[in-house]
């Protein structure tokens, strides 16, 4: 039997989304699926959509200091796409019945996570190219994957965020470029900003697999198809290159190529410490949130001056009708 | 094509459901050149349509991905029944295709 039959002939609501995941097609919004695929979902898209938002902070922080009109005009298209990743993000986790407000909610009190990476400050301006460099690198290594992942919508907005983000990484390593051939003082910016970002984007890809409690469903759902140390071992084995080619070190004695595996080894990644910011000590997790929250509640006034517009326009409307 | 109506279970007004008291929901769709269909494409928070276009361009449109923008109100869609979904777009009409007439290869390409 072939998979399409398995999907058409399936009798109850649990075959038929097993037979869809099984067919490698995507679950849609109206379709019935596991009450835990559907949070595990909400869970997956809203820490991703917040992620996006909250990682506007540490590059905006340097909008205003770019040390040219070319560079700032890009760093401000960059930041604003990651507000657009964020509301297609938004918009894909809104068809699973959860609404927009509560997400906001839920990220405000802390119930809903975002990604780490974005409790690091920016201290120099190279940070702004290491983060598009190695932070975004290793989101495209992880996303790239998630176009092919079980949620339709979620899959289709990450083939949007896909195409925004390679314009990140390239801009992001073309700035480590200017840097690492510029005086020594730049480079030594260059090196220090990577010393800084190398292990926190490592721990971008989560917890080793031993020890990750949602990969087995998410790749039995076709959420995740790929283990985190997998994904981890790519943007290594990627990476390594890239920054020998500008002539920086990455801060890894253990880093070397080992020809048996036909991979680069790297040393033992600080666990302790990544639960640590995730519990919300990092440098910058009280920052990031309060300033987010300020944002929310100083924009409540437009909001509500939008509708109050919007109401008094459709009865001006209705009165010119009569 | 089904449309993608954001619907909590037990809910009949996804509007209600998608954003208590906040902005409506609206659904973009975007042509994306002359000669093509519009698409769906996601959807916006918006007090009233003009805003939602506006918004829709900065959200949907920052890299000449269209020509054309639509907003609809997710309210105002109406959606097939995804239950019977096999029953309305599931039988089989071999008789409909070209392939189901079995012509000589003397009478050429047709």
């Known amino acids: 039997m072939s998979s399409d039959q398995a999907v058409t002939t399936a009798s109850t609501p649990e075959e038929h989304f097993d037979a869809v995941i099984g067919s490698g097609r995507t679950i849609e919004p109206r379709d019935w699926m596991p009450d835990n695929y559907r949070s595990t979902m909400i869970r997956q898209i809203a820490q991703h959509a917040h992620s996006e938002v909250i990682g506007q902070q540490p590059e905006g922080n340097w909008i205003t200091r770019a040390p040219s009109l070319r560079r700032k005009a890009i760093l401000t298209a960059k930041v604003q796409d990651e507000a657009g990743h964020g509301l297609y993000l938004y918009s894909a986790a809104e068809t699973l019945g959860i609404s927009r407000d509560e997400m906001m909610e839920m990220l405000h009190s802390g119930r809903q996570k975002y990604s780490s990476i974005f409790n690091y400050p920016t201290l120099s301006w190279a940070d702004v190219g290491a983060i598009g460099w190695l932070v975004d690198g290793a989101a495209i290594?992880?996303?790239?994957?998630?176009?092919?992942?079980?949620?339709?919508?979620?899959?289709?907005?990450?083939?949007?965020?896909?195409?925004?983000?390679?314009?990140?990484?390239?801009?992001g390593y073309e700035m480590m470029l200017t840097l690492a051939n510029g005086t020594p003082e730049q480079k030594d910016m260059a090196q220090d900003a990577l010393d800084r970002f190398w292990w926190p984007s490592l721990m971008m890809f989560g917890p080793p697999d031993a020890d990750s409690v949602h990969t087995e469903?998410?790749?039995?759902?076709?959420?995740?198809?790929?283990?985190?140390?997998?994904?981890?071992?790519?943007?290594?084995?990627?990476?390594?290159?890239?920054?020998?080619?500008?002539?920086?070190?990455?801060?890894?004695?253990?880093?070397?190529?080992?020809?048996?595996?036909?991979?680069?080894?790297?040393?033992?990644?600080?666990?302790?410490?990544?639960?640590?910011?995730?519990?919300?000590?990092?440098?910058?997790?009280?920052?990031?949130?309060?300033?987010?929250?300020?944002?929310?509640?100083?924009?409540?006034?437009?909001?509500?001056?939008?509708?109050?517009?919007?109401?008094?326009?459709?009865?001006?409307?209705?009165?010119?009708?009569? | 094509m089904v449309y993608e109506v954001p619907k909590k279970d037990g809910a009949t007004d996804p509007e209600v459901a998608g954003n208590p008291g906040g902005f409506p929901l609206w659904e973009v769709f975007i042509r994306a050149n002359r000669g093509l269909n519009h698409v769906h494409a996601g959807s916006v928070h918006a007090a009233d349509a003009e805003s939602a276009v506006q918004a829709a361009r900065d959200v949907y449109t920052r890299r000449s991905e269209g020509v054309s923008l639509w907003i609809v109100r997710s309210t105002e869609i109406h959606a097939s029944d995804p239950d019977g979904s096999d029953a309305w777009f599931g039988s089989e009409h071999p008789y409909r295709h070209p392939t189901f007439y079995e012509l000589p290869d003397e009478v050429g390409h047709m």
């Open chain 1, 141 to 171: 290594t992880n996303q790239v994957m998630l176009t092919r992942t079980s949620y339709g919508p979620y899959a289709r907005a990450m083939v949007r965020i896909c195409k925004e983000e390679s314009f990140h990484q390239r801009q």
């Open chain 1, 217 to 322: 469903q998410s790749m039995a759902w076709g959420i995740k198809l790929e283990t985190n140390d997998d994904l981890r071992q790519r943007f290594v084995d990627m990476t390594v290159p890239q920054a020998d080619f500008l002539g920086l070190e990455i801060p890894d004695p253990d880093l070397r190529w080992n020809s048996e595996r036909e991979h680069y080894d790297y040393g033992e990644i600080d666990w302790d410490h990544f639960w640590e910011v995730v519990a919300g000590n990092g440098p910058c997790n009280r920052e990031r949130i309060e300033h987010k929250v300020r944002a929310w509640d100083e924009g409540q006034w437009v909001r509500e001056a939008a509708l109050a517009h919007a109401a008094k326009k459709r009865d001006s409307e209705t009165e010119g009708a009569r």
